[in-house]
């Protein structure tokens, strides 16, 4: 069973950018597919980023497609999301997610995955 910790988050001006990281143990990584979800307040938990195993497939949100970057090192047990140009919008707790699968295509379902971290909070002022 994997663990994840998520880290990075914070307060950044519109334009700005972060990267946030999310740590994996307990568990082999290279098994795992990985993804990114956020949840603004009031809102229901919104599909981000998703990365397949090996870090050769991914796929975005049209709201972040083009701002957004989702990579992992499998030698570091890490997954990331680089966030540019961030937006107000963009103000959120975002999760990162793990599902045990080497499939080519990762999943952008959130009941899809099993395990999660507990969030970092990302502010965006404008």
């Known amino acids: 069973q994997v663990q994840l910790v998520e880290s990075g988050g914070g307060l950044v001006q519109a334009g700005g950018s972060l990267r946030l990281s999310c740590a994996a143990s307990g568990g082999t990584f290279s098994s795992y597919a990985m993804g990114w979800f956020r949840q603004a307040p009031g809102k229901e938990r919104e599909f981000v980023a998703a990365?397949?195993?090996?870090?050769?497939?991914?796929d975005y949100a049209d709201s972040v497609k083009g701002r957004f970057t989702i990579s992992r090192d499998n030698a570091k047990n890490t997954g990331y999301l680089q966030m540019n140009s961030l937006k107000p919008e963009d103000t959120a707790v975002y999760y990162c997610a793990a599902r045990r699968v080497r499939t080519v295509v990762p999943t952008r379902t959130k009941n899809d995955y099993n395990y999660w971290g507990q969030g970092t909070q990302v502010t965006v002022s404008s």
């Open positions: 990365i397949n195993w090996s870090g050769r497939s991914t």
